[in-house]
C-alpha cells in the first residue's frame, strides 16, 4: 500500500505566516493540544451522549455469516429462564474456540469491556432501523463470553464487521457465544434490575429472520449512546455522574420502553427529552374492619377461658425498587399479580 511522503502539519501550521513568531506559534499549538486532550479526557467520562451513524439496512446471524452456516443453537431463548441463544460450532467441545464473531447489523459500539463473573468480555452494539411501517426503532445485541474484543466504545459498526472471536470466559465454560437481542436500552450489565420476558427482550432467531432486509438510504440517525449504568450500578448512579449533574437526556424513539419496575421511557423520532412517568404499583387492598360483639351483661360467672382470636394479618407492604426480581415476583404473586403491565403482551 502506497503512502503519502508529503510532511504531516498540526491544524493551522501550514496557513502559519511569517510574521508569526515561532515562541507565539508553539504557545497556540499547545493550547490546542490541551484542549484535544481535554476532550479526549470528556469523552471517556462519559460526556458523549450521542454518536451519529446510518440505520441498519438489515440483519445477519453472527456466526457462520450471514446463515449461521456450520453453527446451531445449542440452548435457545425462553422467559424468565435463559434470556438469550448459545452458539456452537458443529465441531463440537473448543473446536470453536477463537472463531469469528460479526456484528448482526450496523451500529455503535455502547460497551466493550471484561465484565468477569459469568460474562468474561462482553460488546453489546445499538442498531437503529427503520420498521415495515416507517417507525425508527432501536434494539441492543449483546455478545458474550468473547476471547477478544476487536471493537472499541463509541465505534460505528457495519453489518458483517468483526466483533471479537469466541471464548469460553476463560475456561468457565465450553467454548460458545452468547447472543441477546433487547428491546429496552437501558438494561446494558444489570438484568436483574428489570423484567426477565418480552417486554424487554426479543428472541434473537426470531427477530434476525423477520429483519434480514430493511429499507435503507443515506438517513444518519443521533444515536443515544449513555443509557444505562455501568456493572453493578443503578441508573441514579448514572445520573449523577452525568456532567450536568441532572441526569442524561436521552433522545428516542417511536416505541416505549418498558423497563420492569422502573420508570418508562417514551422516545420521539425528533429528540428532546425523555419523559419519565412513574409507575404505579398495584394498590393494596385494605383489610375488612374489624366487626366487634355487642358487649355482653354480666352475670356475676366467670367465663370459661378460650384461646384469644387470632391477630388479623398486617397488610402487605408494596416493594421498594430497590429488591431483586424474585423477591418482587414473589411478592406480586402473593398480591394475585403476574406482572405490572395491565394488558399481557403476544408473544412472538
Known sequence: ????????????????????????????????????????????????????CALADGFDFPVGKPEGTAYYKSRGFYPNGHLGEDWNGRGGGDSDLGDPIYSIAGGVVVHSDNVGVGWGNVIIIRHAFRDAGGKIEVVDSLYGHLQERRLKLHQIVERGQLVGTMGSNSGMYP?????????????????????????????PTQFINAHRKLSSNLQRFEMPVNTFAGYGKSLADRDKAAPSGKGLTIPVFPSVIAAGNLPTVVLNPQGGKAIKPALGRPAVKPLPPVQKAPPEVSTGARPPRTAPPPAAPAPTAAVPDTEDFWTRLKSKLKQGQLTDDPQPRAIR
Open 175 to 203: 467454548a460458545h457465544l452468547h447472543l441477546e437481542v433487547r428491546k429496552n436500552l437501558q438494561i446494558g450489565m444489570n438484568r436483574s434490575q428489570f423484567a426477565r420476558d418480552y417486554s424487554n427482550y426479543y428472541s
Open 1 to 52: 500500500m502506497a503512502y503519502d511522503a508529503t510532511p504531516f502539519y498540526m491544524p493551522g501550521e501550514r496557513f502559519r505566516t511569517p510574521l508569526e513568531s515561532p515562541t507565539s506559534h508553539a504557545r497556540w499549538r499547545a493550547v490546542r493540544c490541551i484542549a484535544f486532550t481535554f476532550s479526549l479526557c470528556a469523552a471517556s467520562a462519559g460526556a458523549v451522549e450521542t454518536v451519529r
